[in-house]
């Protein structure tokens, strides 16, 4: 099943990249794509996977990060509404598409 990440959510991967970097934390900026990358081709083979969460979502937490990826399972894809921060305010990205 295709993966689709909504603007949001490149933007939310951006976000925690540019933090990595900032934190001249260049090995975990890669990682963290490529984990994400891994979660995206998990989720494209199991899309059940993750548990419920609000709004008709699912979340999966990633292994190695404090990110969740929160996505909705439509009839041709799966679609990333964000990659949320473990430490922000749950449910901040609730009015998300």
């Known amino acids: 099943m295709n993966v689709v990440l909504s603007q949001e959510a490149r933007h939310d991967i951006q976000l925690t990249l540019d933090w990595y970097i900032e934190q001249d934390a260049w090995t975990a900026a890669a990682d963290f794509l490529v984990e994400?990358?891994?979660a995206f081709e998990r989720l494209g083979l199991s899309p059940g996977l993750g548990t419920p969460g609000p709004a008709g979502t699912r979340i999966l937490p990633l292994?190695?990060?404090?990110?969740s990826v929160v996505y909705r399972h439509g009839e041709d894809a799966l679609y990333v509404v964000a990659l949320a921060a473990q430490r922000?305010?749950?449910g901040y990205w609730v009015g998300r598409g």
Not at 63 to 67: A, C, G, L, N, S
């Open 88 to 90: 922000r305010r749950p």
């Open 36 to 38: 994400a990358e891994a």
């Open 63 to 67: 292994h190695r990060f404090p990110v």
